[in-house]
T-cell receptor, first 112, second 113 residues
Framework: SQQGEEDPQALSIQEGENATMNCSYKTSINNLQWYRQNSGRGLVHLILIRSNEREKHSGRLRVTLDTSKKSSSLLITASRAADTASYFCATDLTGGGNKLTFGTGTQLKVEL | NAGVMQNPRHLVRRRGQEARLRCSPMKGHSHVYWYRQLPEEGLKFMVYLQKENIIDESGMPKERFSAEFPKEGPSILRIQQVVRGDSAAYFC???????????FGDGTRLSIL
């Protein structure tokens, strides 16, 4: 498996529900970043969490990082139809020189 | 306060032609990264540049691909003698460097006929 794998691959929920996406990685990281991509568009940066941090919040987003398990989760609370998008985690590997390694993403669909 | 600007948004080339993709980073950013995304896949790193320097080109194919970020003007990703397999979305990102977040443009979608 590759660095930065998201789980699940696809998620369909109702508006108002919470959405949780997970990301696992294999090697030591400097930081982990979550991005959103709407169809046909570029990536929008959501949250960066550093290796010495365990949790960060931004609005309805909550990101956790467990370096012992090499995993991260993104929680979107009170989801909205506008949250429908693909979500990617990207790792900045230790010694990797700032380049990001992306997973294949989770496709989130929020239905009315 | 413009973000990362990429042009063109769509580019169609015939096999054997050259493709030039441009990227203007966010104001104040001197670090530029290029990534390629195939359909239904995540982004794959290609090259990392600072002004006039290539820092890391470990993701660049050995032949036909080159990148530059001159002292003045945008960063250019150049693909010579394009083949069908080069069809993809090419994204540029910029940052302040270090562990600062990378901000992405909307990409250039390259189609090879």
């Amino acid at each position: 498996s590759q660095q930065g794998e998201e789980d699940p691959q696809a998620l369909s929920i109702q508006e108002g529900e919470n959405a949780t996406m997970n990301c696992s990685y294999k090697t030591s990281i400097n930081n982990l970043q979550w991005y959103r991509q709407n169809s046909g568009r570029g990536l929008v940066h959501l949250i960066l969490i550093r290796s010495n941090e365990r949790e960060k919040h931004s609005g309805r987003l909550r990101v956790t990082l467990d370096t012992s398990k090499k995993s991260s989760s993104l929680l979107i609370t009170a989801s909205r139809a506008a949250d429908t998008a693909s979500y990617f985690c990207a790792t900045d590997l230790t010694g990797g020189g700032n380049k990001l390694t992306f997973g294949t993403g989770t496709q989130l669909k929020v239905e009315l | 306060n413009a973000g990362v600007m990429q042009n063109p948004r769509h580019l169609v080339r015939r096999r054997g032609q050259e493709a030039r993709l441009r990227c203007s980073p966010m104001k104040g950013h001197s670090h530029v990264y290029w990534y390629r995304q195939l359909p239904e896949e995540g982004l794959k790193f290609m090259v990392y540049l600072q002004k006039e320097n290539i820092i890391d080109e470990s993701g660049m194919p050995k032949e036909r691909f080159s990148a530059e970020f001159p002292k003045e003007g945008p960063s250019i990703l150049r693909i010579q003698q394009v083949v069908r397999g080069d069809s993809a979305a090419y994204f540029c990102a910029s940052s302040l460097g270090g562990d600062q977040p990378q901000h992405f443009g909307d990409g250039t979608r390259l189609s090879i006929l």
